[in-house]
């Protein structure tokens, strides 16, 4: 099989075959190239119907060797790669804007259960594209804390003042029987419960000690002594004076500073009772009078009279004055006085006397009006018969 020239290139060989249509033709005009290890490609056939033959021309073309496998594709530069125990991830994204390549790789690291590290945006295969980078690490556990120092022991605490320490090993498993025991021993002491612990001495799980620390608390100071009176007695109006009596009660002392300030014209504004020296049948009496002390209380207003005038006919009118801060008892007066001249008070009155204790009486009586109450009297008598 020559070229001769009808074959395109240099190298092909011209063959030929013959068979009964063209399709068989073409098969065994590549069964020819093949015996010489070649490729066939079919340049004519010629198909004799009449005769049931045809016949094909064909080139034999050298095999091509098929292409080498592709290289592999070169490492990343050494500022791509991630650190050693750190993950690595990459995309490319039709997207001009490299911020969305470190939202990608935020979420990225965290749907791996881990946080960002660092990330990189550079050129895809076109303007459009971005290729994303990223290398992410396991998210650090926080350290655990470290564990509490173990309490300091009860005896080397139990110091400030008032703080007894005590300890005692009881046969028994139960703590409760420690907390009772310090109780007990704290409250014998008259002190309370400040601290307290129960352990388990060596190996035995049948004895359990007990430590006790009791804080019997210091008495409170006594209370300031209030100044004495003399010291006190310097306001406007105010008068000291003092006496010693023979007695044991201190209201005998309140009665001598009441007469006292009153003969002053004045109130009781502060007394004090005390024991002079050792005896117990004396009394020193303090007393503070004010001139200027309104009473602790206003005396009650006078009733309101049934007339200001007693000059009725039958009318007779009478006044006293009594040791008295009340004004009921100028009522009980007029009533007792009225009563002994045979009438009934018609209208009593009181007013304030020569000092704050005491009490000017106005009454008025009328005879007349005590025949009409004897008569009212009689006729109710007469009618609850």
């Given at each position: 099989?020559?070229?001769?020239?009808?074959?395109?290139?240099?190298?092909d060989?011209?063959?030929?075959?013959?068979?009964?249509?063209?399709?068989?033709c073409?098969n065994?005009?590549?069964?020819?190239c093949?015996?010489?290890n070649?490729?066939?490609?079919q340049?004519?056939c010629?198909?004799?119907?009449?005769?049931?033959?045809?016949?094909?021309?064909?080139?034999?073309?050298?095999?091509?060797?098929?292409?080498?496998?592709?290289?592999?594709?070169?490492?990343?530069?050494?500022?791509?790669?991630?650190?050693?125990?750190?993950?690595?991830?990459?995309?490319?994204?039709?997207?001009t804007?490299?911020?969305?390549?470190?939202?990608?790789?935020?979420?990225?690291?965290?749907?791996?259960?881990?946080?960002?590290?660092?990330?990189?945006?550079?050129?895809g295969?076109?303007?459009?594209?971005?290729?994303?980078?990223?290398?992410?690490?396991?998210?650090?556990?926080?350290?655990?804390?470290?564990?509490?120092?173990?309490?300091?022991?009860?005896?080397?605490?139990?110091?400030?003042?008032?703080d007894?320490?005590?300890?005692?090993?009881?046969?028994?498993?139960?703590?409760?029987?420690?907390d009772?025991?310090?109780?007990?021993?704290?409250?014998?002491?008259?002190?309370?419960?400040a601290?307290?612990?129960?352990?388990?001495?060596?190996?035995?799980?049948?004895?359990?000690?007990?430590?006790?620390c009791?804080?019997?608390?210091?008495?409170?100071?006594?209370?300031?002594?209030p100044?004495?009176?003399k010291?006190?007695?310097?306001?406007?109006?105010d008068?000291?004076?003092?006496?010693?009596?023979?007695?044991?009660?201190?209201?005998?002392?309140?009665?001598?500073?009441?007469?006292?300030?009153?003969?002053?014209?004045?109130?009781?504004?502060?007394?004090?009772?005390?024991?002079?020296?050792?005896?117990?049948?004396?009394?020193?009496?303090?007393?503070?009078?004010?001139?200027?002390?309104?009473?602790?209380s206003?005396?009650?207003?006078?009733p309101?009279?049934?007339r200001?005038?007693?000059?009725?006919?039958g009318?007779?009118?009478?006044?006293?004055?009594?040791?008295?801060?009340?004004?009921n008892?100028?009522k009980?007066?007029?009533?007792?006085?009225?009563?002994?001249l045979?009438?009934?008070?018609?209208?009593?009155?009181?007013?304030?006397?020569?000092?704050?204790?005491?009490?000017?009486?106005?009454?008025?009586?009328?005879?007349?009006?005590?025949?009409?109450?004897?008569?009212?009297?009689?006729l109710?008598?007469?009618?609850?018969?």
């Amino acid at each position: 099989m020559v070229n001769e020239l009808k074959c395109p290139r240099r190298e092909d060989s011209y063959s030929w075959a013959r068979d009964t249509d063209c399709r068989s033709c073409a098969n065994k005009c590549a069964s020819n190239c093949k015996s010489l290890n070649k490729g066939a490609r079919q340049l004519d056939c010629t198909d004799y119907a009449i005769i049931k033959t045809a016949i094909c021309d064909c080139c034999c073309t050298p095999l091509t060797p098929p292409p080498p496998p592709p290289p592999p594709p070169p490492p990343p530069p050494t500022e791509d790669k991630c650190q050693p125990g750190e993950m690595y991830s990459e995309i490319t994204n039709p997207t001009t804007e490299c911020t969305w390549c470190k939202d990608w790789c935020k979420n990225d690291c965290s749907e791996q259960e881990g946080e960002m590290v660092s990330n990189k945006c550079s050129l895809g295969p076109s303007m459009y594209f971005r290729t994303c980078k990223c290398c992410c690490q396991e998210k650090s556990k926080p350290s655990p804390p470290p564990p509490p120092p173990p309490p300091a022991p009860i005896k080397d605490t139990c110091v400030k003042p008032g703080d007894k320490y005590s300890e005692s090993t009881y046969a028994t498993s139960n703590c409760n029987d420690c907390d009772n025991w310090c109780k007990n021993d704290c409250s014998k002491q008259g002190a309370e419960v400040a601290d307290k612990k129960c352990s388990v001495p060596g190996q035995s799980s049948w004895l359990r000690r007990c430590e006790c620390c009791c804080n019997k608390p210091s008495p409170p100071p006594p209370p300031s002594p209030p100044a004495p009176i003399k010291d006190a007695c310097v306001k406007p109006g105010d008068s000291y004076t003092e006496t010693t009596y023979a007695t044991s009660n201190c209201n005998d002392c309140d009665n001598w500073c009441k007469n006292d300030c009153s003969k002053q014209g004045a109130e009781v504004a502060d007394k004090k009772c005390s024991v002079p020296g050792q005896s117990s049948w004396l009394r020193r009496c303090e007393c503070c009078c004010n001139k200027n002390v309104k009473p602790s209380s206003p005396p009650p207003s006078p009733p309101t009279p049934s007339r200001d005038t007693c000059d009725k006919p039958g009318d007779i009118s009478t006044e006293t004055t009594i040791i008295s801060s009340d004004c009921n008892n100028c009522k009980t007066w007029c009533e007792d006085d009225c009563s002994e001249l045979g009438g009934v008070v018609v209208s009593n009155k009181c007013s304030i006397g020569e000092s704050t204790f005491a009490r000017r009486c106005k009454c008025c009586c009328n005879e007349n009006s005590m025949l009409k109450l004897n008569t009212v009297k009689d006729l109710a008598r007469l009618n609850a018969h």
